[in-house]
């Protein structure tokens, strides 16, 4: 069986769909889109089991702007992606992220809201002392801290699930075509994509293919003949009861990596496991001793009241993990002109969807990026050996 479209695109996730629907809404591209997605229960879905967290509080001034236009496109949400007069809900919540340092990562801070000010968002973000902190947050032990970085406007959380459901539901109105398939070939000339193939043995031949395959994008690139650093990582995340009240609570980042935050009446906390306790082929299974050994002991030191808290639910998701320097990997493989990469955010793939649909869709539909340069996380600084390093990494 033989198809045919413009843009093929491989993953229907928010990423995938974003895309979809920014290219679909943009009248100047007039393309048939397809969007291939083996699950549309997205039960394993990275955009599903997502903390769905955005900040400006990044290092590297091209994910402050990625996640910049995020957080106004949240904020618009319900406009952008109505459907039949019906306005999309994405629960966006706006609440501060603190990122807490001691005396060795006092300078980190400082340099990272030197670039946050230089990018035009320094009135964001506070940096406080020890006494600010405490005077703000009582609950708050600063033993240890040597300054504090606040996001006081412009930071918080949001439905993921709801997110990617308002861009699929959006851009199937505007016309774009997903069909429920895994993706098991693609046929390649030269610097060309031809054709995809998919698991019911249909051909699915295109002027363009998308690699928007989240945790899986590697595999998808194998497919083509060339290789991509993305691969699987898991992370798990904790659902805690406290019986103290936390007044103001941020989604609070301790110096020793762990995190929590609040969600609705409970908690919601986890870290990123150091690389020994990585598993080898990643899995669904909630490692609890991640919040025995790793998480809960720093989270009782720095917050008191953490000490007394019941687990009450866990779950694991999987980030698209870039090996190389844990940023987005946007537009063409260097080997493959019409194959358009958007992979490997390493986590932040949920609050920069927005911004990425709008970058890739103008490099379809206008040969270059229109709105905010993405090619600093170009696939070209891979093969060059030019990583980008982003230090605030959650």
Aim: proline share 7%.
């Amino acid at each position: 069986m033989a198809e045919t479209c413009d843009v093929a695109i491989i993953g229907g996730g928010a990423v995938g769909s974003s895309i979809a629907y920014f290219l679909a809404s943009n009248p100047d591209f007039r393309g048939k889109v397809t969007v291939i997605e083996r699950d549309p229960t997205y039960r394993f879905a990275s955009s599903a089991l997502s903390l769905s967290s955005i900040r400006l509080q990044f290092s590297t001034p091209t994910n402050i702007h990625l996640s910049a236009f995020g957080i106004e496109f949240l904020k618009g949400a319900a406009r952008h992606l109505e459907v039949d007069g019906e306005p999309a809900n994405v629960g966006y919540i706006e609440r501060p992220y603190l990122f807490l340092a001691g005396p060795e990562g006092r300078a980190v801070l400082e340099a990272n809201h030197r670039t946050q000010t230089e990018t035009g968002y320094g009135g964001n973000i506070r940096l406080l002392d020890p006494a600010e902190l405490r005077d703000r947050f009582p609950w708050l032990n600063t033993d240890g801290v040597a300054l504090g970085s606040l996001g006081v406007k412009d930071e918080g959380w949001f439905d993921g699930y709801g997110l990617l459901q308002a861009f699929r539901r959006k851009a199937r109105s505007l016309g774009v075509t997903y069909v429920t398939q895994e993706v098991v070939g693609i046929e390649r000339r030269g610097r060309r994509i031809e054709a995809v193939k998919l698991g019911d043995g249909t051909r699915l031949a295109c002027g363009i293919a998308v690699n928007a395959a989240g945790p899986g994008a590697g595999k998808v690139a194998a497919l083509a003949g060339v290789d991509l650093p993305v691969e699987p990582r898991r992370r798990c995340v904790f659902v805690f009861d406290c019986r103290e009240k936390l007044p103001g609570c941020p989604l609070l980042i301790d110096a020793s990596g762990a995190f929590f935050r609040p969600e609705g009446q409970y908690f919601i906390g986890g870290i990123s496991p150091p690389p020994e306790l990585e598993p080898e082929v990643p899995d669904f299974e909630v490692n609890y001793s991640e919040w025995d050994d790793l998480i809960w002991p720093p989270l009782a030191e720095r917050v008191p009241a953490l000490a007394a808290v019941k687990v009450i639910n866990a779950w694991a998701g999987h980030y698209d993990y870039n090996t190389f320097d844990h940023n987005g990997i946007l537009g063409p493989h260097v080997e493959i002109d019409n194959f358009l990469l958007a992979n490997g955010f390493s986590g932040h793939g949920i609050q920069q969807s927005p911004a990425t649909g709008r970058g890739i869709s103008e490099l379809i539909a206008y040969g270059k990026y229109r709105s905010l340069d993405l090619t600093p996380f170009g696939h070209a600084r891979i093969v060059e050996n030019r990583p980008v390093k982003e230090i605030n990494v959650v």
